[in-house]
Nanobody
Framework: QVQLVESGGGLVQPGGSLRLSCAAS????????IVWYRQSPGKERELVAS???????NYADSVKGRFTISRDNAQNTIYLQMNSLKAEDTAVYYC??????????WGQGTQVTVSS
């Protein structure tokens, strides 16, 4: 069974940095796209960043210039480097892997809290 496991969340001050990891149990190239989402209480899930199997990246406007999505192919891991964090970045962050045929796999989430 495919598993995605997020880690790296925590409590940071505004302006600080965190690097989130999403470790996949299978090759990341088995997914045509891997997406980082986030969700805060009372808000809908928001797309943060994505990377395709071909290496193309996209970002939400709210995180452009601050967040970077990357991958380590050998370790089957996707990263989200988050810099210049703001209070509004506080959320549970999830990674999502998608395969053809509408297959969709989710990690358990990791909490990011930005607070002074």
């Amino acid at each position: 069974q495919v598993q995605l496991v997020e880690s790296g969340g925590g409590l940071v001050q505004p302006g600080g940095s965190l690097r989130l990891s999403c470790a996949a149990s299978e090759s990341i190239f088995s997914f045509y796209v891997i997406v980082w989402y986030r969700q805060s209480p009372g808000k809908e899930r928001e797309l943060v960043a994505s990377i395709t199997s071909g290496g193309f990246r996209n970002y939400a406007d709210s995180v452009k210039g601050r967040f970077t999505i990357s991958r380590d192919n050998a370790q089957n891991t996707i990263y989200l480097q988050m810099n210049s964090l703001k209070a509004e970045d506080t959320a549970v962050y999830y990674c999502n892997g998608r395969r053809t045929g509408g297959l969709n796999f989710w990690g358990q989430g990791t909490q990011v809290t930005v607070s002074s």
